[in-house]
Nanobody
């Protein structure tokens, strides 16, 4: 029901910033929890951030707290991940994801996934 398309990835030096965008289809976008999950080469997917359906609550993995901000614009069916003070260890493919069951928020289990966008942070 939900189709997700990420954009905004790229190559950036340590300390720089990127903003990822996720465009979602569907008139029920506002009913889904949205999240960002990343996967480094040879590693398993790990939770990065999530936002409640209405946007009132956000959740982050400890390693990105204070640096990343997840937000959503429900009328535009869009989710964002603002990434500041990027570190080489942030290098990964970043996936936008959606799920209908809100809990748990700290999760890599989602119903819908985008294609992923590469983020590479050089030192």
């Amino acid at each position: 029901q939900v189709q997700l398309v990420e954009s905004g990835g790229g190559l950036v030096q340590a300390g720089g910033s990127l903003r990822l965008s996720c465009a979602a289809s569907g008139r029920t976008f506002g009913s889904y929890v949205m999240g960002w999950v990343r996967q480094a080469p040879g590693k398993e997917r790990k939770f990065v951030a999530a936002i409640s359906a209405g946007g009132g609550r956000t959740y982050y993995t400890d390693s990105v707290k204070g640096r990343f901000t997840i937000s959503r614009d429900n009328p535009k069916n869009t989710v964002y991940l603002q990434m500041n003070s990027l570190k080489p260890e942030d290098t990964a493919v970043y996936y936008c994801a959606a799920k209908s069951i809100p809990e748990p928020y700290y999760s890599v289990n989602y119903d819908y996934w985008g294609q992923g966008t590469q983020v590479t942070v050089s030192s």
